[in-house]
């Protein structure tokens, strides 16, 4: 075994996740708050669109980069979204946002080079930089400034050996939106951007923007998991410089060959003809997230920076636990209750769990009234 994947650490959420499916096996009822998967059904005409490609005979390879329809649908959407024009040829789609992901950390990023990151954020960011032998260098996140990156702190962090800076907005796990001058000066540092946008189109009160406004020399990751609810065709896209096609191409052919064909289709149907459906889905997450802050006042742990986007909440339970993880395991096995572990996002999330509104409003209300049941029994609160 090598090193480069021996050391990979956990990704927690699923370890919480696969241990309440074992619960549910044996009859179990769990509330699940951990995972960022929404439980609507795939709108109906993105479906029709999976299947009218199978029937039409859609399951073969398709070009390397994706299908031309799917590429154009992509570029359409970014020049309506934010008015910025793409190149259909500076588009890749994947099979979800993961292999984009890691193409372009393969492509990008040197060994022994440094990338810079936030923290708390995303816990899979950190492996893929593992695994091309590179060193993550960590921004912390604060709450006293809106969980919103200091350029300046950036700017100290850039140095020679920096191949890249990576940021998500709106940002997993604390659905921080950020503001689009910190988005410019970020991009003005000189260093390549790597811009995580795959929770574009959930927001509440605030729009998201591209790094592409700001800036050519960015790798832009989306996909259709969260916005579209599809999280299990596993479509994505990367959207990179110019100069760039002809290694993103060689890779795909070699690592990954194509997305799957049908799926493909799918994905136009969903930038082109499920913009309602999109937007209800968006709504009823903005209700679930009034609903689950409401229940968080009413027993004083409300976050100190209400999220903007996404669908989670950050709980700052530092004054009860120490082990985010363990109470997270304890939780889920005396009060049926899935939540993530805040330590699953680096050391500043320890002692927090996140709370995902991806379920309906009975069960946020239940889940949290569990939690404070739990606290109150075993943690002093």
């Not at 951990?34 to 029937?55: C, M, N, S, W, Y």
């Not at 950390?105 to 040197?110: G, I, K, W």
């Not at 032998?133 to 700017?155: M, R, S, T, W, Y």
């Not at 309602?276 to 968080?296: A, C, H, N, P, W």
Request: hydrophobic share 40%; net charge negative.
């Amino acid at each position: 075994m090598t090193e480069r994947v021996s050391g990979l650490t956990p990704f927690y959420v699923m370890e919480i996740l696969e241990l309440s499916q074992e619960m549910e096996k044996k009859g179990e009822r769990v509330i699940h708050l951990e995972v960022g998967e929404p439980d609507f059904q795939t709108p109906e005409v993105i479906k029709r669109a999976a299947i009218e490609a199978l029937e039409k005979g859609e399951t073969f390879y398709t070009n390397s980069m994706g299908i031309t329809e799917l590429r154009e649908a992509i570029a359409n959407f970014y020049l309506e979204e934010y008015g910025v024009k793409v190149e259909p040829e500076n588009i890749l789609v994947t099979s979800g946002t993961s292999p984009a992901m890691l193409i372009i950390f393969l492509a990008l990023v040197e060994k022994g080079k440094k990338v810079i990151i936030t923290e708390p954020s995303y816990p899979c960011y950190k492996n893929f930089i593992r695994v091309v032998e590179a060193q993550a260098v960590h921004v912390k996140l604060e709450a006293d400034n809106g969980f919103i990156p200091d350029p300046a702190e950036i700017k100290r962090l850039v140095d020679d050996g920096t191949a890249a800076i990576m940021v998500n907005s709106p940002n997993n796990p604390t659905g921080a939106v950020y503001p689009e001058d910190v988005l410019k000066e970020i991009a003005s540092l000189g260093v390549p951007i790597i811009s995580d946008e795959i929770y574009h189109g959930l927001t509440y009160g605030v729009k998201a923007e591209t790094v592409l406004k700001y800036t050519e020399n960015a790798f832009v990751i989306n996909g259709f998991s969260k916005a579209y609810a599809m999280t299990g065709f596993r479509l994505g896209y990367v959207i990179f410089p110019s100069g760039w096609r002809r290694i993103f191409q060689n890779m795909h052919q070699n690592f990954f060959i194509s997305a799957n064909s049908f799926v493909q289709w799918a994905g136009v149907a969903a930038l082109t003809k499920a913009k309602k459906e999109k937007e209800d889905m968006r709504r009823k997450f903005e209700r679930r997230r009034e609903v689950l802050l409401g229940e968080l006042e009413k027993y004083g742990l409300s976050p100190q920076v209400p999220p903007a986007g996404a669908f989670y909440i950050m709980v700052d339970l530092r004054k009860w636990i120490a082990s985010s993880l363990d109470f997270a395991k304890k939780l889920l096995i005396n009060e049926k209750v899935a939540v993530t572990p805040g330590m699953d996002f680096g050391p500043a999330g320890e002692g927090m769990i996140r709370l995902a509104y991806t379920v309906d409003e009975e069960d946020l209300i239940e889940g949290v009234k569990r939690i404070v049941k739990f606290l109150k029994e075993n943690y002093g609160f």
